[in-house]
T-cell receptor, first 114, second 111 residues
Framework: GAVVSQHPSWVICKSGTSVKIECRSL??????MFWYRQFPKQSLMLMAT?????????EQGVEKDKFLINHASLTLSTLTVTSAHPEDSSFYIC??????????FGPGTRLTVL | AQRVTQPEKLLSVFKGAPVELKCNYS??????LFWYVQYSRQRLQLLLR??SRESIKGFTADLNKGETSFHLKKPFAQEEDSAMYYC?????????????FGQGTTLQVKP
């Protein structure tokens, strides 16, 4: 099966700093990747669609200036949480597919903002 | 608006008992429905999708367009089935891979 990795798996940062999370498709090319956010004991909420070579599209209510997405290659998408605050603390998960609806999920990144 | 509803947060059954995890959806077009599973400390993984009509690990799910439901069933639960189950909807080929998730149901299978 296809594998998606995320780095880092856990990050702690101070309020006001920026944090970059990487999402890589290890054995396939993904023209589209998706970023989700998951609060404790809650479901995944789609944040944005990352498109290789073009701008990301954001879901309603998600601040694009806050959550910067870059999909510079067919195997890498990055999510940068800018000027992070404690309310941004969450579990961030990415997914990618091979052109079908089946999505392969990364293991997630836990962000803690102090 | 597209929505996926899983009414049960927790479903607890004994080993060998039948299991049914409920999922209802709201979508005006032709949705594709999925069940994803997340075992403890593992990533989310696909369990089954309605278009493939497969039975995975003994689980089946039938899309009922009249009732807008996609309930997940297994006749005899096993302890290793204990996990978090998410029902998800994809808005078809124009939004490939973009999933809307239900709230999730924790299945607890007791020995």
């Amino acid at each position: 099966g296809a594998v998606v990795s995320q780095h880092p798996s856990w990050v702690i940062c101070k309020s006001g700093t920026s944090v970059k999370i990487e999402c890589r498709s290890l054995d396939f090319q993904a023209t589209t990747m998706f970023w989700y956010r998951q609060f404790p004991k809650q479901s995944l909420m789609l944040m944005a669609t990352s498109n290789e070579g073009s701008k990301a599209t954001y879901e309603q209510g998600v601040e694009k200036d806050k959550f910067l997405i870059n999909h510079a290659s067919l195997t890498l998408s990055t999510l940068t949480v800018t000027s992070a605050h404690p309310e941004d603390s969450s579990f961030y998960i990415c997914s990618g597919g091979r052109g079908t609806d089946t999505q392969y999920f990364g293991p997630g990144t836990r962000l803690t903002v102090l | 608006a597209q929505r996926v509803t899983q009414p049960e947060k927790l479903l607890s059954v004994f080993k060998g008992a039948p299991v049914e995890l409920k999922c209802n959806y709201s979508y005006s077009g032709s949705p594709e429905l999925f069940w994803y599973v997340q075992y403890s400390r593992q990533r989310l993984q696909l369990l089954l999708r309605h278009i493939s009509r497969e039975s995975i690990k003994g689980f089946t799910a039938d899309l009922n367009k009249g009732e807008t439901s996609f309930h997940l069933k297994k006749p005899f639960a096993q302890e290793e089935d204990s996990a978090m189950y998410y029902c998800a909807l994809s808005r078809g080929s124009s939004n490939t891979g973009k999933l809307i998730f239900g709230q999730g149901t924790t299945l607890q299978v007791k020995p």
